[in-house]
């Protein structure tokens, strides 16, 4: 690394510990940091609509916050995002939003998530401050190239012509300038339409660099190179030697073509690199990538909840390398810093959003206790509220954390899981309404009567288990299979997610599990004999775990090898 670079390195890290002064400052008074947050988010957007509606100009504290503004999901405030997405730039913020960033709901229907420029300015410095910290832990990370997996930045236009996509490809296009010089892979591969061709090209690049840094946010996705790997090694080195693509563009989309065409550009011959590798091959029998890039130091990525079960494997995959999670984060915003490695933990950004929290024991009662984040208490589990700079107001983002410790004053939070009627391994996020949708379209398309079914999501296999109780008792292999293979094709349609994580192979299809008749009765009697009332027992579509009892309730199991 040239003297220039490694002074423009150090003046991005000062710049990063410069970005971390408020956050600091939050963290030594967590109640005066949050009052004077909402305090300006109210006055600056109080002749808003949305501020209009909940008469924001009268709002002296936070008490008055609190009785005039409902706590609301998404849907409470998608009408004020559709006038934005039709031009009402003013519907929820005053500063105009520039963008919309996207992700899935409870519906079929997508998530827009309004970006204005103060709001990204926060988010990027608390990234800033991220790369800071854990760069001083790891002086090594930016010692070569780094391997940055983000979605595109646009991939659709809203009614007024706004763009909408992807915080991570934001972010990446967006990074400062040292950062970016320093990516293996062009941002480009992240815009081709083909999952397989994205993922193909993204290690082709790779194993044509040194790379000391990975940063993605989903360990699947690394799981998933791996594979690809050892599966095309010997395809990937001859590419490596002749300097070309290593497909044939002929094979993909007119729109993906062009992209490669760009892509031809950034490569080169490299034959030397790619005797070693193929050396490393002959010698072990597959390649990995710990033998592909032994100088790497560093994989950020996501450490807890299901994302943790992946990251588990890394180290055996890419070598004794620093683990440190990138922070507890979604389209609506960064809410964590962690500061340590091996630790879905980190710091809540006090300066970052204003946070309310539900007990998780409280969130179906009539009038749950909302606590603030000076009032939580370690080792306690909450759902999350947040009100961001953007847009969102004590807005219901349907996660559940716990609290781990404190840091200065402020409280230590990681994410758990999803909350009610939601699970989620890889992003997809599924919805319980989603579900039913897709079984009852898998009973249109196949005839199969279903009683009663229940989804397990399987973290290690990266697939939900379909557990289904029918009517006919004599079904055959064939019509389980034809109906799982519906419930699938149904969900492609239900959850926009879900096509993605599929297609890039980072979410496995559903397995049936085909339960006895009587199956779905047992079940609530058992729950009414542990005490449940029976006039409110709720049929569990999501199934958390599998119980040994279980076992007895199998009459066969789909084969998968």
Same mark, same amino acid.
């Given at each position: ?25 939050? #963290? ?15 006055? $600056? ?30 849907? =409470? ?7 934005? #997405?039709? =031009? ?31 709001? /990204?300015?926060?988010? *990027? ?60 892979? &062009? ?35 690394? %799981? ?6 050892? #599966?095309?090694? +010997? ?14 563009? /002929?094979?993909?989309? $007119? ?5 490669? *065409?760009?892509?031809?550009?950034? %490569?080169?011959? %490299?034959? +030397?690199?790619?005797? +070693? ?78 946070? $309310?929290?539900?007990?998780?024991? !409280?969130?179906? *009662? ?24 953007? =847009? ?25 899981? +999803? ?37 397990? &999501?399987?973290? !290690? ?6 557990? %289904? ?27 926009? !997610? ?6 890039? /192979? ?16 047992? $079940?609530?009697?058992? *729950? ?16 958390? =775990?599998?119980? &040994? ?13």
């Amino acid at each position: 690394m040239g003297i220039g670079m490694n002074l423009a390195l150090w003046i991005a890290r000062i710049r990063g510990w410069l970005a971390g002064r408020p956050f600091e400052r939050a #963290a030594r008074d967590p109640l005066g940091a949050q009052n004077r947050l909402l305090q300006q988010i109210l006055h $600056e957007n109080r002749h808003t609509a949305f501020g209009l509606d909940h008469g924001f100009a009268d709002l002296s504290d936070y008490d008055a916050f609190q009785r005039q503004v409902p706590i609301q999901d998404y849907e =409470g405030h998608r009408p004020y995002v559709d006038q934005i #997405a039709t =031009g009402r730039l003013d519907a929820l913020t005053q500063e105009p939003p520039f963008r919309l960033g996207s992700t899935s709901g409870t519906t079929n229907q997508p998530k827009w998530v309004p970006i204005t420029q103060s709001w /990204q300015a926060k988010m *990027a410095g608390l990234l800033r401050f991220w790369i800071a910290r854990t760069s001083w832990s790891h002086p090594r990370m930016f010692n070569h190239k780094t391997l940055t997996v983000v979605s595109p930045a646009v991939e659709e236009k809203a009614p007024s012509g706004m763009p909408v996509g992807s915080i991570s490809g934001v972010t990446n296009r967006r990074a400062p300038w040292v950062i970016r010089r320093m990516y293996a892979v &062009p941002y480009e591969v992240a815009t081709l339409g083909s999952y397989h061709l994205r993922y193909f090209m993204l290690m082709r690049f790779s194993l044509q660099n040194s790379l000391s840094c990975i940063v993605t946010p989903n360990p699947s996705t690394l %799981l998933q190179l791996a594979q690809l790997l050892e #599966a095309q090694a +010997k395809t990937l080195i001859a590419a490596l030697h002749s300097g070309k693509l290593g497909i044939d563009p /002929q094979d993909y989309s $007119e729109e993906d073509q062009k992209i490669l *065409a760009g892509l031809v550009n950034y %490569l080169r011959p %490299l034959p +030397k690199r790619a005797r +070693k590798l193929s050396e490393i091959l002959k010698d072990k029998g597959c390649l990995l990538p710990r033998d592909c890039w032994p100088q790497l130091a560093f994989i950020g990525c996501w450490l807890g909840g299901s994302a943790g079960v992946h990251a588990r494997q890394l180290r055996s995959l890419y070598g004794d390398v620093g683990l440190r999670d990138l922070g507890f984060r979604a389209t609506e915003g960064t809410f964590t810093v962690p500061l340590e490695d091996d630790s879905a933990a980190g710091v809540l950004a006090l300066d970052a959003h204003v946070y $309310e929290f539900i007990p998780e024991t !409280e969130i179906t *009662a009539e009038n749950p206790t909302v606590l603030r984040a000076h009032e939580l208490e370690i080792g306690q589990q909450y759902y999350l509220l947040i009100t961001t700079r953007a =847009g969102l107001y004590r807005y219901d983002i349907n996660d559940v954390v716990e609290v781990t410790g404190t840091y200065r004053q402020a409280p230590i939070v990681r994410f758990l899981r +999803k909350g009610r009627d939601m699970v989620n391994m890889v992003g997809e996020k599924l919805h319980v309404n989603q579900l039913l949708a897709a079984a009852h379209r898998a009973r249109q398309d196949t005839g199969l009567q279903w009683r009663q079914f229940q989804v397990l &999501p399987d973290t !290690e296999a990266c697939c939900y288990h379909l557990l %289904l109780e029918s009517e006919d008792a004599q079904l055959t292999t064939a019509d389980l299979d034809a109906f799982s293979q519906a419930f699938d094709a149904a969900l492609m349609d239900e959850n926009p !997610e879900y096509p993605t994580k599929r297609q890039s /192979q980072r979410l496995g299809a559903p397995r049936w599990i085909h339960m006895k008749a009587g199956w779905s009765d047992r $079940e609530r009697q058992r *729950a009414v004999e542990a005490g449940k009332r029976d006039v409110q027992f709720k049929w569990p579509y999501i199934l958390e =775990g599998w119980r &040994p009892d279980l076992d007895d309730e199998v009459l066969g199991r789909a084969n998968h090898t």
